[in-house]
């Protein structure tokens, strides 16, 4: 069993100054890291026009490529997540770049749609754990009241990346083609990786350590005891409640806006800005508050638990209320509400996971958390269309599946709330980790 407890105050403040100069400056590039995922992720949509006429691609072939970044996504996620308790998260960050950018390489010319199909599988292995490791290198480098407030930063990283990647790759695909869109990514993708390998050292690394108010104890445990835990559970079921609203505001939002509401593709798409431009908001602020009420004594339960939930239960609240409400700018709002929302919760969630597992093991349970949240990734998208399809109008078929959406996330809210103590489970993982150090009674024999 091994204990890290954070010191107090620091002997020196020049140090200190130093290290959180260190910290904003690796959290300012994992911001960049995850606006460059997001924009990796989302090209193939603002090409999709180009690439079905370029490959002569039916409806059908491009929803199976664009399903395809998913196949492996879960499995990446715990493959580097194991990954990172044995490989320093200077390298592996840099080596996930560069494999983003490796697969972006072959679209540079003619392609087939097996190679692009396969280019996008790999993709999705390697862009599987990029949110939990951004988190989990945020994490490290700041003391418990802090975290959340770097979460909500890495958090917003992804819907910033939407706000710029949309109107500078959707005109750079207008002026040339969509295979210059990778250029401008690949060059980016090297640039990020050479500055990651240059500045992003590992906490620690500069001699000194976070400093804090708040004194934490994280004892190494066995994974099956932290994978018991309230917290960890607690956590996952919000994660999965979560994700469901981030996949449908990727996969449908923008038809819905078209089909469902009657927008022009123009409207749809300034509109499309208004749930990513609260989420980047929202994320920041998000985090900001947890770490306030940290340290001003509030208990992790409320400040991390409750906190998160009632942010994801908002978002499902507004997404069942918006179906309900006439065209308007008050439905609007609630829609905003309902994608953007439960990104603001990501971060002060996963904070809760920093407070409760050990640093070296902590990358592996992210990416295990990561996996469970993308296979909402895969199934909403599915029960979104079925509704739509089946019922006897898309009007009341987008009715029913985001009204049944937002009753899911409330229900994986009200799961959450009662399993999340990020308290009692440190006490817990301690506790059971000393029984399992302490001799037996025939040892001691």
């Known amino acids: 069993m091994t204990q890290t407890t954070l010191p107090t105050r620091a002997p020196d403040r020049s140090p200190r100054s130093s290290h959180m100069r260190r910290a904003w400056t690796v959290v300012g590039l994992l911001v960049v890291f995850m606006l460059i995922n997001h924009a990796d992720k989302s090209v193939i949509a603002f090409a999709g026009v180009q690439i079905q006429k370029d490959l002569g691609l039916s409806s059908e072939q491009f929803g199976l490529l664009q399903s395809s970044f998913f196949w492996l996504f879960a499995a990446g996620a715990l493959f580097f997540g194991w990954l990172s308790s044995r490989v320093s998260l200077r390298w592996l960050l840099a080596g996930l770049m560069l494999t983003w950018v490796a697969t972006m390489i072959p679209l540079l010319?003619?392609?087939?749609?097996?190679?692009?199909?396969?280019?996008?599988?790999?993709?999705?292995?390697?862009?599987?754990?990029?949110?939990?490791?951004?988190?989990?290198?945020?994490?490290?480098?700041?003391?418990?009241?802090?975290r959340a407030m770097a979460g909500g930063f890495v958090s917003a990283g992804a819907s910033i990346g939407t706000l710029i990647a949309a109107p500078a790759l959707t005109f750079i695909i207008a002026q040339w083609d969509w295979h210059a869109a990778f250029y401008v990514l690949i060059s980016v993708g090297v640039l990020w990786a050479v500055a990651w390998l240059i500045l992003g050292r590992s906490a620690g690394d500069d001699g000194a350590a976070p400093v804090s108010t708040v004194v934490v104890e994280t004892v190494d445990a066995p994974y099956k005891t932290i994978l018991k835990t309230g917290t960890v559970i607690g956590i996952a079921v919000l994660l999965f409640s979560s994700y469901w609203s981030?996949?449908?505001?990727?996969?449908?939002?923008?038809?819905?806006?078209?089909?469902?509401?009657?927008?022009?593709?123009?409207?749809?798409?300034?509109?499309?800005?208004?749930?990513?431009?609260?989420?980047?908001?929202?994320?920041?602020?998000?985090?900001?508050?947890?770490?306030?009420?940290?340290?001003?004594?509030?208990?992790?339960?409320?400040?991390?638990?409750?906190?998160?939930?009632?942010?994801?239960?908002?978002?499902?609240?507004?997404?069942?209320?918006?179906?309900?409400?006439?065209?308007?700018?008050?439905?609007?709002?609630?829609?905003?509400?309902?994608?953007?929302?439960?990104?603001?919760?990501?971060?002060?969630?996963?904070?809760?996971?920093?407070?409760?597992?050990?640093?070296?093991?902590?990358?592996?349970?992210?990416?295990?958390?990561?996996?469970?949240?993308?296979?909402?990734?895969?199934?909403?998208?599915?029960v979104l269309g079925f509704a739509v399809g089946s019922s006897v109008d898309k009007i009341t078929g987008y009715a029913i599946g985001f009204q049944s959406s937002g009753a899911l996330m409330v229900v994986g809210a009200v799961i959450a709330v009662f399993l999340i103590n990020p308290e009692r489970d440190i006490a817990l993982i301690r506790r059971r980790a000393e029984q399992a150090a302490r001799p037996t009674a025939e040892e001691t024999a």
Not at 120 to 144: C, D, K, M, Q, T
């Open 109 to 146: 010319g003619t392609v087939s749609f097996g190679v692009l199909i396969a280019c996008r599988v790999i993709l999705g292995f390697a862009e599987g754990p990029a949110f939990a490791l951004a988190n989990h290198a945020a994490h490290s480098w700041f003391p418990p009241e802090k």
């Open 246 to 382: 981030t996949t449908l505001k990727i996969a449908w939002l923008p038809v819905y806006l078209q089909e469902g509401l009657g927008y022009d593709t123009a409207t749809a798409g300034q509109l499309m800005m208004l749930p990513y431009g609260l989420a980047a908001v929202g994320a920041i602020g998000a985090g900001w508050i947890s770490g306030r009420l940290i340290s001003r004594g509030v208990s992790r339960r409320v400040a991390r638990g409750y906190f998160s939930v009632a942010l994801v239960a908002g978002a499902g609240i507004s997404m069942a209320g918006f179906t309900l409400l006439p065209q308007g700018g008050v439905q609007l709002v609630l829609i905003a509400l309902a994608f953007s929302l439960n990104t603001a919760a990501f971060g002060v969630a996963l904070s809760a996971i920093a407070d409760v597992v050990q640093a070296k093991k902590r990358g592996m349970v992210l990416g295990m958390l990561s996996a469970v949240a993308s296979i909402s990734g895969m199934v909403a998208p599915l």
